[in-house]
C-alpha cells in the first residue's frame, strides 16, 4: 500500500493538475502560510504543523471550491457527486474542481453563499487528507487518474438550475392523479422518461413479469397512483427489468434498475422528507407504507441480549437500558428512541421486546433515473457492480436526510404498490415535479475501514486475504487458522448471520443450524436461486463440537469453512471482529486449557500441518543440542545451527543460549552466526514479523507466571515497535473501557481517578501518565531482539505514541458533580467515579454513596412535597426577596433561587448554556454571599468560594480558564461594582465550549461549557446583549441590614450543615417528583412558557419543574433587569462622527455612506475627542498614545457584535438643519474579500435589537 507522503503526492496531482501556479498551505489558524509548488517544502510544512490546509482560490490559481457541512448534515444544493469529498473533525467538505476564471470562480462562490435555512458553508480552503482528515476509499482510489473537473455550465445547471413553482400555494398540491397529489407541474423531461419495472402478485412468486418500457407518467398512473385498502402482501414490484431466462428476483438477475427506491421506517418526518426533496428541485413519488403511523415496534431479544453482553450490562428489560439499546444499535432517529416505553416481553416467532413509542412515518421514496442503469454496461466484475448499486442507494438516502436500512438497498430490493388497512384515514400517495437523478451525481456512501497497520496483514488484504499460506481475515488481518484452533469448538455462527445479515438466511433448520445463501454464488450453476439449499452454517455447541459452513455444489468443492468464512467477510456481510467477540464465543469465560479442532477432510487446516512440522523442527533442535559437545565434529555442529536457524526469534535466542554454554562460546557469536545463515539463504526460512498478539499467547503457554498474570500483558517488540504500539493502545483502551479512567474532556485529553484520599484529580494525558497507567495497570514485558524476556516499564516511545495515537478510545467527559445527579433519561447516579450515560464524575466518597440508597430516599408522594417544598422555604425565611417593589414578596426572585440550587441536580437534562443567575442588592449587608453559599453547599456539597470580577477583560478570562481546569462547576462574581458588560461573560453565557490558550503554553484548550455562573452585587446594571442572559434574584430591605433583629434561623450555616444531607434529598424529592408527574411524552420542543434567547432547553426543564411543583413566577421578575446605556449613546455619538467625514458622504438626506473600512474606522476613533466615552478595550481608552492596530484588533471583536443592532445619529441634512436618522452597521466584503462597512438608514419603524 502506498505510504501516505507517497499518496498525498499523487493527491495533489490529481487536483491540481488542470491549474497552473504554486500553492498556498496554511495551518489551522492561519498563522503560517507558505506559498510554493516543491514537494520537499510542502513535506517540511506539514511536518511542522499538525492540520494544514490549502487555498483554492489564491493568487493566480483558481482551481474551484468547497461546501463544507456538518459531518451529519443534509446536503441541501441537490444531488451532485462533487469531484471528491474529505471528512475530519467532524466535518465534511465537498470539493468542486473548476475550469472557470477567476471572475466567474469568485462570482461563483458569492451567488452560492447560503441562505437562511442552508446548513452549508461555502469554502476557499480545504483539508488535506491527511492525519485527523481522511477520504473514501472510493476517492482515494481515483486520485491516480485525475479527479472530475467541471464546467461552469455544469455547476451552474446544478446549482442555479431554475426549478418550477407550484401553479397552486407551496401547501397545497397543484392537482390530482386518482388517490395521489401532484405537486408541480410534470416536466417534458418526466414525459419522455421510459421506464421498465418488474411485477408480480406477491412476494413468494416464483416468477416475475418483466414489462416493455413505457412511458414514466403512464407507469405512475397505472401502477402507483392508487392507494388499494387489503392486507399489506399484496402487488410487488421491482424498479428495474429481469433476466427472462430465469424470470427469478435476485440481484444478479436484475439487467437494469430505471427508478431507485428508498424504503423508510426509522421514524423520519415524511413531511419533512418530502418538503428536502421538493426543495432539492427533485422528481420523485412518494407514499406511505400499509404500516404507517405504527406506534409498537419489535426488537428481537436476542440482539438486545447479546448486546447488553458484549458491553457488560446486566440484560434488564427496562425502558432506559432498551432505549440505549436503540440509539447505538439501530436506524431509529433519536426522537423515536426518546419516546419509546418497554410494554412486555413477548414469545412470538421467537423472543421479543415490544416498545410503544410516538406514530412512526413509514414511507416509500422513488426516483426516476435520468437515465437507467444497464448493469453489462459497467466496467468491472458483477459482484462490484452491484455493489456499486448498493452504495448508490445508501448515498442518495443519506443526500436527503435518511438513512437506509443495509438489507434494503440490493437492485432486486421488493416494493409492495401502495396498500393501507381499512380504517386506516393517514395514507398518502405524492408525485413532485423536478428534474430526473442522474445515477453518476448520486453520492456513494462512505464505507471506509480501518485496514490492520501490520505490513503482511496490509499485504493478505491486498492480495485477497492469504499470506504465508495462511487465510486471513480480510480487514483486521487475523489469522483464521490460528483463530480457529482457539475459538471453533465455541463459535455461534449462527447469531453472527442472525445479527448482521438476516437476509443471507433462507430456512432456520434449529436454533444452531441454518441454510444460508453461499458466498460463492457466483460459483454455482443456478447463481441467484433463492430456494438453493446447498450451503449451510452450524454453531458450535450440544449438536456440533465446532462451526460448519459448507456448501455442497460441485463448485465449492474443497473450499473449507474458514475459506468460507473469509468469503463471507469480504463480501461485507459481517466485519471479522465478530471473531473474537465474546458475545459470539459461547464457552470463552474462564477456560484454562485450549480445545483443539476435530476436523478432517476438506475441514482440515493447512496450519496445523505448518504447525506440526514447526514442533517437530523445534523439538529436533532441542534434542541435537542436549546431545552436541565441544567434542563434536564441525559437521554435527553445523547441523545444529541449520536447525536453530530455521525457527522463530524468541526460540532461536533462547536455544543460542544454551547451545553457546554447551559449546563454550559468547552467545552473541552464536546469534550472529545463525542469523548469517538465514541473511545467506543457507536454510530456508519463514520472513517473520512478530505479532503482539502471538508473543502473549506463547507467553501464557510457557511461563506460568505470566499465565496467572491478573493483568494484560503487553510485549514491547524492538522488532516490530509499530506493532507494539498498537497493541499497547488497544489494550489500554481494553482496560479503560473497563475501568474509566482516560477522558476526553472537550479538547484535553485528562486522566481521573480516586486518589488515596478519596479524591478525584484530573491530570493532563502525558508521558509519565501514560508510563504510570501501565505500571498500575499492565504487565509490561520487553522482548528483545535476541528472544530475551524481560518485565519493565513501557518505554518513552510507546508512551508518548500512545497520548498521541488515534486508536486509544476515550471517554467523553462532559464535567464533574459533588452529589448525586439525574442522567437525561432521569436516573439517579449515586455511584462515585464515572457514569457512561451522565458522562460526569461523581466526586463522592464511599461512605457517602450508601445515605443516597432508594430505600433512604422520601418516597414520592404529595404530601412529601409539600415537606419538601417547605423545608427548603424555610432555610431561606430571612432573606427579604423582592420583585418589582419591597413587600411584594419577591415570589419570582424566590423561584430563581430555588432554580439555581437544582441546577446541578438536573444539568445532563438539558443541552446548551444556562443564563447567569444575578443576586440583585441595593446595600452592603443584605445576605447576598451568605444567599448564595448557603444554597450552593445544599446543592453541591462544597462551598462555591467567590471571584472577584476583574476591570482587565484579559486577567477575567484567564480566571475562568482556570475555573475550568479545576473542574469547578459553579463559579461565584461577588461584590460587583461595574456593570455586567464584559464580552468574556458574554461568551461564557453562550458558547458550548470555552476555548482559550493554556497558561504557560501555545496550545489552545476547548473545555465543555457546563458552568453555573452567579454575580452579585449593588444595584448590578448589565450591558443591552447581557440584559438577555439572566435571570435576577431581588434583596431588598426596609431598615438598616446591620439593624435587623429577630431571625428565624439565628445560626443558619450550623443549621445548613447538620440538615444538608436531608435538604439535599429534598432537592432530588423535587425532580422525581417532576420526573413522575409531568406530562406523557414531555419534550422541551414542546414547552410553551417563559423562554429566554439562546436558553431554550434550559427554561423548558426548569420551568417545567417549577410548573409541575408548584412553585410560582419563573422568569416572572426578569422585565426589572436595568441595562447600562452608556456604551450604545457612545455608539451613537461615534458613528455619527464616521458619518460626518467628508471621504463618505455630503450635505444631503441620508440614504447610506460611502465604503470604508475598519481600519479606517479604527483611525477615525483614535482622532476622536470623545473617545473616553466609548469602552471599546473593555475599559476608558487613555486621551493619548493609542496604537489604531490596537484599536483596530477590539474592533474585530466589537463589531460582529453590534452588526444587528439600529443606532440613533445626529445628521446635518442641509446647512444647520440636523435630524435623528436610525442606522445599521452593514458588512460586505471586498474584491479580496476583506471585510468592507457602509452605514445604511433604517425604516422609521424599525426597532432597535
Known amino acids: ?310 458491553n457488560e450490562i446486566e440484560p434488564s428489560e427496562s425502558t432506559e437500558l432498551i432505549r440505549r439499546y436503540m440509539r447505538e444499535e439501530t436506524n431509529y432517529v433519536s426522537d423515536v428512541c426518546d419516546h419509546s416505553e418497554f410494554v412486555e416481553k413477548r414469545h412470538e416467532d421467537g423472543m421479543k421486546l415490544i416498545l410503544r413509542t410516538r406514530p412512526i412515518d413509514k414511507f416509500r421514496v422513488i426516483f426516476p433515473l435520468k437515465e437507467a442503469f444497464v448493469y453489462a454496461q459497467q466496467q468491472g466484475a458483477h459482484k462490484d457492480v452491484i455493489h456499486q448499486w448498493e452504495l448508490k442507494v445508501l448515498g442518495m438516502g443519506r443526500s436527503i436526510g435518511v438513512e437506509i436500512d443495509r438489507v434494503a438497498r440490493d437492485p432486486s430490493r421488493l416494493f409492495y404498490l401502495p396498500r393501507h388497512g381499512k380504517d386506516s384515514t393517514n395514507h398518502r400517495i405524492m408525485l413532485t415535479c423536478g428534474k430526473l437523478v442522474a445515477y453518476e451525481d448520486v453520492p456513494a456512501a462512505s464505507t471506509t475501514s480501518r485496514v490492520s497497520d501490520d505490513p503482511f496483514d496490509q499485504a493478505a488484504a491486498i492480495m485477497g486475504g492469504t499470506m504465508r499460506g495462511r487465510t486471513m481475515s480480510p480487514t483486521l488481518g487475523l489469522d483464521l487458522g490460528q483463530w480457529a484452533k482457539d475459538h471453533a469448538h465455541e463459535f455461534d455462527i449462527a447469531s453472527v448471520f442472525r445479527d448482521h445479515c438476516s437476509d443471507r438466511i433462507r430456512v432456520e433448520q434449529t436454533q444452531d443450524k441454518l441454510t444460508v445463501e453461499c458466498p460463492f454464488d457466483d460459483d454455482h450453476s443456478n447463481p441467484g436461486d433463492p430456494d438453493d439449499p446447498g450451503c449451510f452454517i452450524q454453531s458450535a455447541g450440544m449438536e456440533a463440537e465446532s462451526f460448519a459452513f459448507h456448501c455442497s455444489h460441485a463448485g465449492c468443492a474443497g473450499r473449507n469453512r474458514l475459506v468460507m468464512l473469509q468469503k463471507a467477510m469480504q463480501e461485507d456481510w459481517f466485519p471479522d471482529n465478530v471473531l473474537n467477540d465474546k458475545v459470539y464465543l459461547v464457552e470463552s469465560e474462564d477456560e484454562e486449557e485450549e480445545k483443539t479442532k476435530d476436523d478432517a477432510g476438506p475441514d482440515a487446516d493447512d496450519d496445523e500441518v505448518e504447525d506440526k512440522a514447526y514442533s517437530d523442527r523445534h523439538q529436533e533442535a532441542v534434542e541435537a543440542i542436549s546431545k552436541i559437545s565441544k567434542e563434536a565434529k564441525r559437521s554435527q555442529i553445523k547441523e545444529v545451527y541449520e536447525l536453530v536457524a530455521t525457527l522463530n526469534r524468541s526460540d532461536r535466542g533462547q536455544l543460542a543460549k544454551t547451545l553457546a554454554k554447551k559449546l563454550g562460546l559468547v552467545k552473541d557469536d552464536v546469534i550472529a552466526h545463525i542469523n548469517s545463515l538465514r541473511s545467506s539463504g543457507a536454510v530456508e526460512v519463514d520472513d517473520e514479523t512478530p505479532d503482539p498478539a502471538s508473543v502473549v499467547k506463547n507467553l501464557k503457554r510457557r511461563y506460568k507466571a505470566f499465565k496467572n498474570s491478573k493483568k494484560p500483558i503487553v510485549p514491547q517488540i524492538d522488532a516490530n515497535m509499530k506493532g507494539s504500539i498498537d497493541y499497547f493502545v488497544d489494550t489500554v483502551s481494553t482496560v479503560n473501557d473497563q475501568k474509566p479512567m482516560l477522558f476526553l474532556y472537550g479538547s484535553e485529553k485528562i486522566r481521573c481517578v480516586r486518589s488515596t484520599n478519596n479524591e478525584f484529580h484530573p491530570e493532563t494525558l502525558s508521558k509519565p501518565v501514560m508510563r504510570s497507567v501501565a505500571i498500575e495497570e499492565l504487565d509490561v514485558v520487553e522482548i528483545t531482539a535476541d528472544g530475551t524476556v524481560n518485565r519493565k516499564a513501557v518505554n518513552d516511545v510507546m508512551a508518548e505514541q500512545a497520548c498521541m495515537s488515534t486508536r486509544l478510545k476515550l471517554h467523553k467527559l462532559d464535567g464533574y458533580s459533588d452529589l448525586p445527579y439525574f442522567t437525561r433519561e432521569g436516573k439517579l447516579v449515586t455511584t462515585p467515579g464515572y457514569d457512561r450515560d451522565g458522562r460526569r464524575i461523581l466526586r463522592l466518597s464511599e461512605n457517602a454513596e450508601s445515605a443516597y440508597a432508594p430505600d433512604k430516599l422520601l418516597p414520592v408522594t404529595a404530601e412529601n412535597l409539600r415537606l419538601a417544598k417547605d423545608e427548603i422555604r424555610y432555610v431561606f425565611s430571612d432573606f427579604p426577596f423582592k420583585d418589582a417593589e419591597v413587600g411584594d414578596g419577591g415570589a419570582s426572585s424566590y423561584c430563581h433561587l430555588l432554580a439555581m440550587m437544582l441546577q446541578p441536580l438536573v444539568r445532563s437534562m438539558f443541552d446548551g448554556n444556562s443564563p447567569f443567575y444575578m443576586v440583585n442588592k441595593p446595600m452592603a449587608g443584605t445576605g447576598a454571599t451568605l444567599m448564595v453559599t448557603t444554597a450552593m453547599h445544599i446543592a453541591t456539597g462544597t462551598n462555591p468560594g467567590t471571584v472577584a470580577m476583574s476591570h482587565n477583560d484579559e486577567e477575567l478570562r484567564k480566571a475562568i480558564t482556570a475555573r475550568f481546569q479545576t473542574g469547578t462547576n459553579v463559579t461565584f462574581f461577588d461584590n460587583l461594582t461595574q456593570p455586567l458588560s464584559s464580552p468574556h461573560l458574554a461568551n461564557l453565557a453562550t458558547s458550548a465550549e470555552w476555548e482559550d490558550r493554556i497558561l504557560g503554553q501555545t496550545t489552545m484548550t476547548k473545555i465543555p461549557n457546563r458552568m453555573q455562573v452567579i454575580v452579585a452585587g449593588n444595584s448590578v446594571r448589565t450591558s443591552e446583549e447581557n440584559t438577555r442572559r439572566v435571570l435576577p434574584i431581588f434583596l431588598d430591605t426596609l431598615d438598616d441590614p446591620t439593624e435587623r433583629k429577630g431571625f428565624k434561623i439565628n445560626d443558619l450555616k450550623g443549621y445548613v450543615e447538620e440538615n444538608r444531607e436531608e435538604l439535599f434529598k429534598y432537592l432530588i424529592l423535587l425532580v422525581q417528583y417532576w420526573l413522575q408527574n409531568r406530562p406523557a411524552g414531555w419534550d422541551y420542543r414542546n414547552w410553551k412558557g417563559f423562554k429566554l434567547p439562546s436558553f431554550e432547553q434550559y427554561c423548558a426543564v426548569m420551568g417545567s419543574i417549577m410548573e409541575t411543583i408548584g412553585v410560582e413566577g419563573f422568569g416572572v421578575n426578569c422585565k426589572y433587569v436595568r441595562a447600562e446605556n452608556s456604551d450604545r449613546q457612545a455608539w451613537n455619538v461615534f458613528l455619527g462622527e464616521v458619518a460626518s467625514k467628508a471621504k463618505i458622504t455630503a450635505l444631503v438626506p441620508f440614504v447610506e455612506s460611502k465604503p470604508f473600512t475598519q481600519h479606517q474606522m479604527a483611525g477615525w476613533f483614535v482622532d476622536w475627542e470623545n473617545k473616553m466615552e466609548l469602552r471599546v478595550n473593555g475599559q476608558a481608552r487613555p486621551l493619548q498614545g493609542i496604537d489604531v492596530d490596537d484599536v483596530n484588533r477590539d474592533f474585530s471583536r466589537l463589531v460582529p457584535g453590534i452588526q444587528n443592532n439600529i443606532f440613533k445619529i445626529m445628521w446635518e441634512e442641509a446647512r444647520d438643519h440636523h435630524v435623528e436618522v436610525k442606522v445599521r452597521l452593514h458588512v460586505g466584503k471586498d474584491a479580496k474579500g476583506a471585510p468592507l462597512f457602509t452605514l445604511r438608514r433604517v425604516g422609521e419603524s424599525a426597532e432597535a435589537a
Request: hydrophobic share 40%; net charge negative; charged share 25%.
Open 1 to 310: 500500500m502506498p505510504s501516505e507522503q507517497t499518496f498525498l503526492q499523487t493527491w495533489l496531482g490529481g487536483t491540481f493538475g488542470h491549474v497552473d501556479g504554486d500553492l498556498d498551505f496554511l495551518n489551522a489558524d492561519g498563522s503560517a502560510i507558505v506559498t510554493t509548488g516543491d514537494y520537499a517544502e510542502i513535506v517540511q510544512f506539514i511536518e511542522e504543523q499538525e492540520e494544514v490546509f490549502i487555498d483554492l482560490v489564491a493568487g493566480e490559481l483558481f482551481a474551484g471550491f468547497a461546501l463544507q457541512f456538518p459531518d451529519d448534515g443534509n446536503v441541501e444544493a441537490g444531488v451532485f457527486a462533487p469531484s471528491f469529498a474529505i471528512r475530519g473533525n467532524g466535518y465534511r467538505w465537498d470539493v468542486y474542481l473548476t475550469d472557470a476564471s477567476d471572475g466567474e470562480l469568485r462570482g461563483l462562490i458569492d451567488e452560492l453563499q447560503p441562505q437562511q435555512d442552508d446548513t452549508y458553508t461555502v469554502e476557499r480552503l480545504i483539508p488535506l487528507p491527511i492525519n485527523n482528515f481522511e477520504m473514501s476509499d472510493a476517492d482515494a482510489d481515483r486520485a491516480t487518474e485525475g479527479y472530475r473537473v467541471f464546467t461552469l455550465e455544469e455547476i451552474e445547471a446544478v446549482f442555479f438550475a431554475p426549478v418550477e413553482e407550484p401553479a397552486a400555494p407551496a401547501t397545497e398540491p397543484s392537482g390530482h392523479i386518482n388517490d395521489a397529489e401532484i405537486w408541480g407541474d410534470v416536466t417534458p423531461e418526466m414525459q419522455a422518461l421510459e421506464v421498465a419495472i418488474s411485477t408480480a402478485k406477491n412476494r413468494e412468486a416464483k416468477e416475475w413479469t418483466t414489462h416493455d418500457p413505457k412511458p414514466f407518467m403512464d407507469i405512475f398512473q397505472t401502477v402507483f397512483s392508487k392507494h388499494v385498502a387489503g392486507k399489506k402482501d399484496g402487488n410487488s414490484v421491482v424498479l428495474g427489468a429481469l433476466g427472462q431466462q430465469t424470470k427469478r428476483r435476485t440481484k444478479t438477475n436484475v439487467i437494469r434498475n430505471s427508478m431507485m427506491g428508498l424504503d423508510i421506517d426509522s421514524g423520519a418526518s415524511m413531511e419533512e422528507t418530502f418538503q428536502r426533496v421538493r426543495k432539492m428541485g427533485l422528481a420523485a413519488i412518494f407514499y406511505t407504507t400499509h404500516s404507517h403511523g405504527s406506534t409498537e415496534i419489535e426488537i428481537a431479544y436476542d440482539k438486545f441480549y447479546r448486546w447488553a453482553l458484549k
